[in-house]
T-cell receptor
């Protein structure tokens, strides 16, 4: 079982819609959860991180964490064509060296005008 | 803002050459990482370092080595480059369990 799993997509939504990206993880002891955005040909950039159960909002982005079900999601409200990118979920793992993260393979999002 | 600088954006080398990829960060982070990214395979950790002169193997260390003589600099070495090492290489750094910050990447081609 992979440490972090994401639906590879592609996920396609119209401009103005809500895009929902999901990620599940295998280690029940994971404490830190991150979402990165990666444009084609570019390096990943951090969008959000969340450590506690519940929701965390930052502008049009909301991260949701459910530790009991071992999933973390990213909602993008009022999606824009500029949001078209691959979104990577990353999680730490109990017992791993501090700072090491495990990345999913990413979900490709396309927002069409 | 955290700045992670990789020495080259594009690099072309020949099979059998010894290749050095350099990474420098300016935020006094103790953790530094080298990944490679290939289509369909996602980010794969090659090596990381949690302190000067300290290193730990990632998921795909074969064919690579690393060096960290100073806190701000982490080098990835391809001892004898092979065509299957053609890839995008990404360096990242972090403080403790805080988010990792990535450099711009080096697209390496081995001919």
């Amino acid at each position: 079982q992979k440490e972090v799993e994401q639906n590879s997509g592609p996920l396609s939504v119209p401009e103005g819609a809500i895009a929902s990206l999901n990620c599940t993880y295998s280690d029940r002891g994971s404490q830190s959860f991150f979402w990165y955005r990666q444009y084609s040909g570019k390096s990943p950039e951090l969008i959000m991180f969340i450590y506690s159960n519940g929701d965390k909002e930052d502008g049009r982005f909301t991260a949701q964490l459910n530790k009991a079900s071992q999933y973390v999601s990213l909602l993008i409200r009022d999606s824009q064509p500029s949001d078209s990118a691959t979104y990577l979920c990353a999680v730490n793992k109990r017992g791993s060296t501090l700072g090491r993260l495990y990345f999913g393979r990413g979900t490709q999002l396309t927002v069409w005008p | 803002d955290v700045k992670v600088t990789q020495s080259s954006r594009y690099l072309v080398k020949r099979t059998g050459e010894k290749v050095f990829l350099e990474c420098v960060q300016d935020m006094d982070h103790e953790n530094m990482f080298w990944y490679r990214q290939d289509p369909g395979l996602g980010l794969r950790l090659i090596y990381f370092s949690y302190d000067v002169k300290m290193k730990e193997k990632g998921d795909i260390p074969e064919g690579y080595s690393v060096s960290r003589e100073k806190k701000e600099r982490f080098s990835l070495i391809l001892e004898s480059a092979s065509t299957n090492q053609t890839s995008m290489y990404l360096c990242a750094s972090s403080l403790a369990s805080r988010p990792q910050h990535f450099g711009d990447g080096t697209r390496l081609s081995i001919l």
